[in-house]
């Protein structure tokens, strides 16, 4: 297993930590190792019912896939950080969030932006909603509106 390099777990201080690791979708910058997520580590600003994401670092994710090529459309596990509902893929998180939670405006972070390699993982939005639709469009829909265009 590799490290999740440059990040350290916010209940036991751990760094560079090795596994599973699992980031608040309420608290700015929170992330724990599996261990103390799964021991229901809290603090004075997270509580244990706050949505979490689990991230997997590069090559934990090649290994949990079978080394497939990674890309963009390969099913993730998403969780919706208004009602931590897990399991979701890219674009049925969009569809549930239009559905479930389309006048909500909390803000939150976006666990695509946080699982993705070379995405944000404190990328934080008061709109989510929106920024689904213009973040994290799925490819079909963009060649569906580049094909109108013409």
Do not use: W
Request: net charge negative; aromatic share 10%; charged share 20%.
């Amino acid at each position: 297993m590799s490290r999740h390099e440059g990040v350290s777990c916010d209940a036991c201080l751990k760094g560079n930590f090795r596994g599973r690791r699992f980031k608040c979708l309420i608290c700015y910058d929170y992330d724990l190792c599996a261990s103390c997520y799964e021991g229901g580590a809290t603090t004075t600003r997270h509580t244990a019912e706050h949505p979490m994401q689990c991230i997997l670092t590069r090559v934990d994710y090649d290994l949990y896939y079978g080394g497939d090529n990674f890309s963009v459309e390969q099913p993730q596990s998403f969780t919706c950080p208004y009602c931590g509902r897990m399991g979701y893929t890219e674009t049925s998180l969009q569809e549930h969030v239009s559905s479930e939670h389309a006048e909500t405006s909390t803000e939150v972070i976006c666990p695509i932006c946080a699982a993705l390699p070379g995405g944000d993982p404190n990328h934080v939005t008061d709109d989510f909603t929106a920024h689904l639709t213009l973040e994290h469009r799925a490819p079909r829909d963009v060649i569906s509106f580049l094909c109108a265009a013409y």
